[in-house]
Structures are given as C-alpha cells and as structure tokens.
C-alpha cells in the first residue's frame, strides 16, 4: 500500500479524513479537522476499563478499549436492572414515632435511634444496573496478521462528534476503527476499515447469563437472557449485532438492544432498530449521529487558555499536571467532557443518569449504579441547565414523578403523613422506603431535594406550561407531607425535621456515644425552607389562592428552626451542640443552602457566609474532599464565595487524585457524579444567577487569565457569552429568544436590562 506513515498520520485522525472509502466522505457535516476540536487522545490501547472511551446515546451505552488484535467494545443499555417493584415498606405501629422523638428530645438518643433502626428501616437488597456484554472484534483464521508499526498508534474521543476512533500504520498497510452510539437510529454502530482480504471474528458474550443463550444466525448474533443479581430476578434482555457484508477490507457492525422494562418485547425492539438501520449506508447513519450530536453540544464553547501541553495525549496530560504543569486547556476538556458525559447518558424518554452515567461494566456494580438522591443523582443534574443542556434534565423529572405514587404509600404508612416522601437511596423500581441503617437510609428528605430541580427548570427556561402542569404539583404535594412531619422542638418552641440522619455522618452525644439519628439537622431544615419558599413563589407566579397547604407554608416557614451557629463560630451541622465523630466526613450537609441551595449569599447573609467558610476550614482541615464527588462540590461551594483562587485549586485536586485516565472521576472507585459537579462547578466560577443577578466572572481564576465561555444559560431565560483578557471582562452579550428583563453585574457595576423576544445586550466595559 503506497501510503507513508506521516501521510497517514496526518490524513486520518488528526485531520478528520479517517475512514474514507473511495467516494465516500467521512465527515458529511463539515470537514473541521480533529486537531481544533476537543478530543481525548491517546497513543496506546486502554489497559483498563477506566482508560476506554465512552459513547453513549442516552439509552445506549458502550467502552471502546481501541485494542489492535483484539477489540473489547463493552455495551450497556439504561434499563437492564435486576430486581422489581415489591413493596418492602414497614409495618410501623401507631406512636412509634412519636416515642422515637420523645426519647431524642429527652436525651435519650441511642435509645432513640435503635427504636427507629428496628421499627423504621427495611432491608438493603442488591438490585444492580447491569451490563449489557461485550462485544469482541478478533482476526478471523487465515486473514493477514498485521503488525504494530513503532509508536503509530492513536485512539480518540471527539467529543464534539460523539466518535471513538482507532487508527495504527503496520508494515502492511493502516488499520482505521469507528464506534459511536446513535440517537437517531438506536444502534451502536462500529465500522473497521482494514487490509484487503483482512476478515474479523465478532462475538457477543456476558459475564453471567441467566435464562439465556448465545445464538449465531447468518450475518447476526443474537444474544438473551435476564438481569439477576443475588437472587433477584429483573428485566429480560436482547442484544442483536447485525454484521453487514464486508467491502474492500471494511466491515460494519450495527448493535441493537432492549429490555422489558416498559413492557416491551427486548428481542423485536433490537432487531427493528439494526434493520431499519441496516438500510441506510454508512455515510448516511454518520451524518445523522454527528448532525444531532452537534446540536446539542455545539450551543457551549470554551476557552480558558492553550500552551504546550495541549498537544499531548490526555493521559501524559494528567500525569505532568500532578507534576506541576500549567494546563488551562486541560480544564476546558474536563468541561466540555463532562457535557459530553450528560447528554451522552440522559436523553428525554431514557433512565436518568445514574451513579455510573450509563457506563457500568459489572453484574453488582458498585452502590448498585443506582440512585442516590441525597446529592448524587441531584449533583448528575448541576449542569444541565447552566451547561445548556436542558432536554437531557428530562429524564429525571421522569423519575422524580415515579418515585411520586410509591412516595404517598411511604409517607402514608411510616409517618401517617399526607404528601409523598422519598429517603436516601432507589433505584430503576423507585422505591422510596429508608432501607440499611439510620445512618445512611433514615433521611426523609431526598423527595424535597429533588423538588429544586423542578423550580430550577422553570427558572431558567421560563416554561410556564412545565411550572402548572409538572413543577408545582410535585413541589405541592412534598410539602403536605412535610407541613404534616414538622414538629416542635420542646427546648425552642420552633418547628424542627426529624428523626433523620445528616447524610451518612454521625456524631458524640453528651454523654460519649456515638449516634447518627437528629432532630432539626441544618440540613434537613435548610432544604425544607427552601421547598416552603419556591413553592409560596411558584404560588405567587400561577396566582393560586385559598389553597389550603399554600396557606400551611406560609404559616410553618417563619417558625422553621433556622440556622445556628456554635461557639466556635461554625455553622452547626446538628441542633445540639454534639461532639463530631468524623470532623473530615465527605457530606457537607449542613452547606446546602449555600449550593445549590440559595439561602445564604455574600450581599444576604454576611454573618452565616463567614460560619460557613469556618465549617469549610475545618472539615478540610481533617481531611474532607477525599472523594470525588465531595471534592466536586467543595468547588461549587468556593465559587458561590467568589473565591476564584480557592474554587481552581479545588479544581486541580480533582485532576490530580480524584480522576481516571480517561477522566472518568474516581470517587474512588469510579461513579460519575464528580465529572458532573466539577463541570458545573466550572461554569460557577463563569457565571452566577441564583441571586436573580446574572454575575458575570464571579470568581475568575488567574490562571485563567484570558479566555471565552460561549452559550451558557442563566436563570431568567438569558443565554451569556463572556470574553475576558489579562483578567479584565472585554465583552458580554446576553441573548433571549422568549425576551424578558433582568439586571447583570460585572464587579461593582450593576445594569438592568429589558429585551424583546430575540434581542440581545452587548456590554463592554468602560477602560481607563
């Protein structure tokens, strides 16, 4: 083949040109070379499952390794889960309750807790998110046995394409791989462009594969069974992988999959999905995949800074940062990464993104891969507004308003309480009982938590028709249950949450125990101040009135116990003055109103906001921020402070120990909602609106010095774009479709603003 390596090199991947067959473009869509968009790249095959390279669609998922004799593609699908909708909750006597919370206010708390432990919680069960398998991808007997060529290897991840690409040169010849998972068509599609005569060996194989079977049909493999973890038997699953027939050395797998978690037959649904695919050629199936891949991810540009390093592969990247190499670039790619990450994992009509995204190679995952929503599943969802990706926040209202009708039940028969309620944890059969121990599961607050994102939605998108029909209904209904489960604290007179857990910690009563279960916890307080007043504003949006639980809200919110500060001068994460058994504990809990609540503000609460950075002192003083996720918010925290300098640091203690190969973040072990909230966290420092003033650089880094952040959102409907130089604002334009008024800031210059549907404002400060 007369082709050199350097012309190889420099016509395939690095150009964009890769894959070409004779009058067949690659790129459809623009020929924009590889080498200007963000991509993960790397000269070597993934060793690891946390150095492949993801594709996903929302509902289809896969981990490209990029192997050169062997290909593993590992696939998953959102809904094969183990398990089902069972009711588990708890026969709870009447007083129970009450005797629990009449130990705790007598100082009784041990006694308390065990009642609670024995009469409240029910059984932790593993019901896990599952793989789908693998497909495999080997030379077939007899076909030519290419060699590596040196270090002429490359795989990449262009994120702006949504393609996973391997290309290497041998002495025969070069050898070109594509993988991307397609909204369009439903299909994971892997095309290899090989030597002439060169033939593959595919296959589909699980590590379990209960009531199942592996079958090869002509140009098809068809793969079935069901989804068991431990004894608990889940959805039915198909997997089909349709190999078209090869020309000239190329070969295309199309990969179909379903499950009968909606009731649908998982067999018909994957192989409708690879023959109506089937009939479309290549070209075809590539232009539509990047076109609506684009339209989603190209509303977001980013420029925080280029030098040397960001021409290295990622994973040198990551190694010379830990080593102390500027990398401004680097943090831009993580950005967009984690952009990349959400709309690949959470489209409307998918699961949500769950503690792994989509991305789970194991039968028992770890934490089950499942949803956790005493920050985790809420903490996935922190960019999807700000980051302009609000379709893909879709799939978690969808689930929020499953978990609604299991909700009353629980709410109904464990606390005798009107509303619906949701604990700690659940998973695809939204059960929403507290399950495990106090420590973690007694935690009735995670259906209140979830109701922000509800406000949140309308706040930036202006969706009238969602705040009437969607938001306020759920935001209504979890405050009756609270108005019903808010009691008197004896010693205050004020209405406190409880018995309840501050998310997983726990603490040393007065007389030297050790205990986890509170009453009045900041957290639980703060959340439900900020259930009471979204929804007494929603109500004063849709102008309701004479509605009775609107009227309870207005009554109960001024008498909620309100934040509290020790002698120390630390905000107190519980209502006594109780000793801290894990003074570094990973939750931050009692900061919620800070982020992503908006209780406390710099211009607000002076007083909480100087506590607050003395409980963030502390914690991190003993060691808090050791997991990703924690360290994730730590940044958003430092952000809301205008802490720029502090926020980036926080950002690069992300990189350096909380981080995979292939950025995927290690809690450890890998779970995604760190990738999710250090993105979030980013366009925090970029811009802030939860004070109602669109702020524009915040808490701007120095080392970030020059840059450009395009196509972010702000509450109010606005969508901002902000150049900046040598730390100074050049220009702001802040657009609308829906128009609407607003004020923006930019330092100590503050301007209101009103535009027409379509207008836009463009400021650029005044130099002197």
Known sequence: ??????????????????????????????????????????LQPAAEWTEALPVGNGRLGAMVFGGTREERVQLNIDSLWAGSPFDRDREVEPGDLERARDLWFAGDVVEAQRLLQEKFMSERLTRS????????ISLASGSPSPSLDGDSYERLLDLRGGVAYTTWFTREGYIRRAVFASAVDNVIVVRIE?????????????????????????????MTGRAVNEGHPGVRFA???????????????????????SGDDPLRTATRHVDSASRKPFAELMASHTAEHRS?????????GTTRQTEKPVDIRLEEFKEGAEDPDLFALYFQYGRYLLMSSSRPGTMPANLQGIWNEHISAPWNADYHININLQMNYWPAEVCNLSECHEPFFDFVEKLVERGRKTARELYGARGWVAHHTSDAWAFTVPIGRTVWGLWPLGSAWCCRHFWEHWLF??????????????????????????????????????PSSSPENTFITEDGQRADVGMGNAMDQQIIWDLFTNLLETAGELEVTGDEVIEGVREALPRLQGPMIGEDGRLMEWARPFGEAEPGHRHMSHLYGLHPGSQFTLEGTPGIIDAIRKSLEFRLSHGGGHTGWSRAWIINFYARLHEGETAHHHLGELLRKSTHPNLFDNHPPFQIDGNFGGTAGIAEVLLQSH????????????????????????????????????GELMEAVIRTTAGGEGTFRYRDHIEDFQLRPGGSITHRPIRR
């Open 194 to 222: 090989g030597l002439p005569g060169m033939k593959h060996d595919i296959g589909l194989s699980r590590p379990e594969l209960p009531e199942g079977s592996v079958e090869h049909q002509g140009n098809r493999i068809v």
């Open 129 to 136: 998110h599952q793989t789908l398998g693998d497909l495999s």
């Open 296 to 304: 989603i991810f190209d509303r977001v540009s980013i420029d925080l």
């Open 691 to 726: 004070t109602g003033v669109i702020h524009l650089l915040p808490a701007l880094p120095g080392a970030w010095s020059s840059g450009h952040v395009k196509g972010l959102r702000s509450r109010g409907g606005f969508t901002v774009d902000i150049e900046w130089k040598e």
């Open 461 to 498: 998108t202006g969706d009238r028709r969602f705040l009437v029909e969607r938001a306020f209904p759920i935001m209504r209904e979890a405050a009756l249950f609270y108005l019903d489960y808010l009691t008197v604290d004896p010693e205050t007179g004020l209405l406190v949450s409880g």
């Open 1 to 42: 083949m007369d082709v050199s390596r350097r012309d190889f090199m420099q016509s395939t991947a690095l150009t964009g040109a890769a894959l070409l067959l004779p009058g067949e473009p690659f790129f459809p869509v623009d020929q924009e070379p590889l080498s200007v968009r963000p991509v993960l790249r790397y």
């Open 239 to 261: 997997c089909v992988a349709r190999i078209l027939e090869p020309v000239e050395g190329t070969t295309i797998v199309l990969i179909g999959a379903g499950t009968d978690y």
